[in-house]
Antibody
Framework: QVQLQESGPRLVNPSETLSLTCLVSGDSISSTSHYWDWIRQSPGKGLEWIGNIYYSGTTRYNPSLRSRLTISIDTSKDQFSLRLTSVTAADTALYFC?????????????WGPGTLVTVSS | EVVMTQSPDTLSVSPGERATLSCRASETVSRNLAWYQKRPGQAPRLLIY???TRATGIPARFSGSGSGTDFTLTISSLQSEDFAVYYC??????????FGQGTRLEIK
């Protein structure tokens, strides 16, 4: 049974850096068949794709966030991470990590429960 | 970027009745479309992938159809637990992966 779990600070000061980690269990993060994604939902809004990473370290980012975003992977620990710099109140959201298939299998069957991050002083 | 537009924004339906939700893509996504059910504070739940294939454990009252740019999620005989927000997602042309804005299904 694949499980994902987000962790990280729940409160971040404006202009500082938001950092989250997703721990994967029940599957190898070195799988060649999956991407590892970050998605968020701001209060009262819809789902926004942040970006993803492949086991090789190849990343794809949402153009709207690319200048502030870094996603990394640690295959030895079966975890991947998100780093978003210069945050504002607009980055307050419920952040999810999720596993997605490659090629035409790009749906999200497995999600973490989500972690609410609030940007406020 | 492929823009996904869902309609209506809110749908009011009585329990036991049928609900029909629509999703339109700004360009063809073939059949590379998924549907999710989302409750507040919870992770989305995969319902349908490949436009019409039910995910594991999803009841048969959920069905998906469509291809190209126009897709439909139908929920026959609504149960109380089906009242939630539903999102479509395309995975044909990315980055970015894109979602619709959501349809809120509420009890009439």
């Amino acid at each position: 049974q694949v499980q994902l779990q987000e962790s990280g600070p729940r409160l971040v000061n404006p202009s500082e850096t938001l950092s989250l980690t997703c721990l994967v269990s029940g599957d190898s993060i070195s799988s060649t068949s999956h991407y590892w994604d970050w998605i968020r939902q701001s209060p009262g809004k819809g789902l926004e794709w942040i970006g993803n990473i492949y086991y090789s370290g190849t990343t794809r980012y949402n153009p709207s966030l690319r200048s502030r975003l870094t996603i990394s992977i640690d295959t030895s620990k079966d975890q991947f991470s998100l780093r978003l710099t210069s945050v504002t109140a607009a980055d307050t959201a419920l952040y999810f990590c999720a596993r997605r298939g490659t090629f035409t299998n790009g749906w999200y069957e497995h999600w973490g429960p989500g972690t609410l991050v609030t940007v406020s002083s | 970027e492929v823009v996904m537009t869902q309609s209506p924004d809110t749908l009011s339906v009585s329990p036991g009745e049928r609900a029909t939700l629509s999703c339109r893509a700004s360009e063809t996504v073939s059949r590379n479309l998924a549907w999710y059910q989302k409750r507040p504070g919870q992770a989305p739940r995969l319902l349908i992938y490949g436009a019409s294939t039910r995910a594991t454990g999803i009841p048969a009252r959920f069905s998906g159809s469509g291809s190209g740019t126009d897709f439909t999620l139908t929920i026959s005989s609504l149960q109380s637990e089906d009242f939630a927000v539903y999102y479509c997602q395309q995975y044909n042309n990315w980055p970015p992966i894109t979602f619709g804005q959501g349809t809120r299904l509420e009890i009439k």
